[in-house]
């Protein structure tokens, strides 16, 4: 061997100008700790002590998962520390959010725990980020992605506003009270995992077409997690604590996937676009979820004619999402219309474009058993 001559090749290469310095840099935020399973509710105060959250705890909930889960969480931090205060909301409103902010302030809140569905954890995820404090968040329904992404939900009038928000420092979430939680919500939460399957699809396009930033691991995690449910999806079954685990499981990779990219994009494309359209044209007709479900089998057909969306409304069928107009209670042509004109929700590049007309949108519907 000529040590020379390598010697001088590893020189000449190490020697090579620098054309230009690497720059790009991000800042993920993720839980720390995750605890799923049966009966962990009882351990949400040992997961927040290994979070090193201190002060006075603020715990947000609403009616139903007060009764469920909330007094536990409450009699928990009290015996470990300083006497928690409890807010109790309605509704997932902009009032309601300040009105937590109200009570943070008031009380010296040293951190935050969300107790509840979509609307609990979303007001405290949005206080606790405005606020710049911790908060932990422990889900009694496995309805959507929320319970561990970095974005918060507030309907306001006939629009849905996402905000950037930071994600929850730990998850506690127990498979038996998920499990006894109305199955319509768990439905709705699967419908909305499935619909990472175009999200991403749409991603990918606005990213070849409008420049829009990718990031594969994020979309690569997003659409393993709507493969999952769609081949599991004759598994998944009513009162089963086992079907729990697999939605919660595909919840949480599906909100992890949203931090990692730092948007809503790999849970978020026509599908969503589809379904706040309907909450504009007939609001709190239907589930988010499962508006999501109906416009993920339309937008699959407009991204690849007949490839995946009969595979998308079987696993809807399997698991009892709604998977016609008539299914969500609304009017075949509500559905036509919000499809038609869904492109006009957001500045968010879609298979939509700058819209279809009410044709195309009417076939869709028809060709895929919508309407």
């Not at 006497?83 to 309605?90: A, F, K, Q, S, T």
């Not at 990918?204 to 659409?223: F, I, N």
């Not at 086992?242 to 499981?249: G, R």
């Not at 706040?276 to 988010?288: I, S």
Request: overall charge negative.
């Amino acid at each position: 061997m000529d040590v020379r001559r390598g010697t001088e090749r590893e020189f000449m290469f190490l020697s090579l100008p620098v054309l230009g310095m690497f720059e790009k840099s991000t800042w993920i935020r993720l839980p720390r700790n995750v605890v799923v399973g049966h009966g962990v509710v009882a351990r949400v105060g040992e997961a927040i002590a290994e979070t090193h959250l201190g002060g006075r705890p603020l715990v947000v909930t609403s009616p139903t998962p007060r009764e469920v889960a909330g007094e536990q969480v409450v009699t928990q931090l009290r015996e470990r520390g300083p006497n928690p205060e409890l807010v109790v909301v309605e509704e997932a409103t902009f009032d309601a959010v300040e009105r937590v902010l109200g009570r943070v302030d008031a009380t010296g809140t040293g951190y935050l725990v969300g107790v509840g569905g979509g609307k609990a954890i979303d007001i405290t995820k949005m206080a606790a980020s405005e606020r710049k404090l911790g908060f932990v968040s422990v889900p009694t329904a496995a309805s959507h992605d929320g319970i561990v992404s970095n974005r918060g939900s507030v309907p306001e009038g006939d629009t849905r506003h996402s905000v950037a928000a930071r994600p929850p420092l730990a998850v506690v979430a127990d498979t038996a009270v998920l499990a006894d939680a109305p199955w319509r919500l768990t439905t709705a939460g699967c419908a909305d995992i499935i619909s990472n399957y175009t999200a991403v699809r749409d991603w990918q396009l606005a990213h070849r077409l409008q420049g829009a930033p990718y990031s594969e691991y994020a979309g690569a995690l997003a659409e393993m997690t709507a493969e999952l449910l769609v081949e599991r999806s004759a598994d998944i079954r009513e009162g089963l604590e086992e079907s729990a685990w697999v939605v919660l499981k595909a919840l949480v990779s599906s909100g992890v996937a949203m931090s990692i990219a730092g948007s809503s994009r790999p849970a978020s494309g026509a599908e969503h676009l589809f379904s706040h359209q309907l909450d504009r044209l007939v609001p709190g007709t239907a589930l988010h979820g499962h508006q999501v479900g109906v416009g993920t089998i339309l937008v699959a057909y407009l991204q690849d004619g007949d490839g995946r969306w009969p595979d998308i409304r079987r696993a809807l069928n399997d698991i009892g999402a709604p998977t016609t107009a008539g299914g969500l209670g609304i009017e075949a042509d509500t559905v036509v219309r919000a499809l038609a004109t869904a492109h006009e929700v957001r500045d968010r590049y879609t298979i939509l474009g700058d819209g279809i007309s009410e044709a195309a949108a009417r076939e869709a519907a028809s060709v895929t058993g919508v309407i």
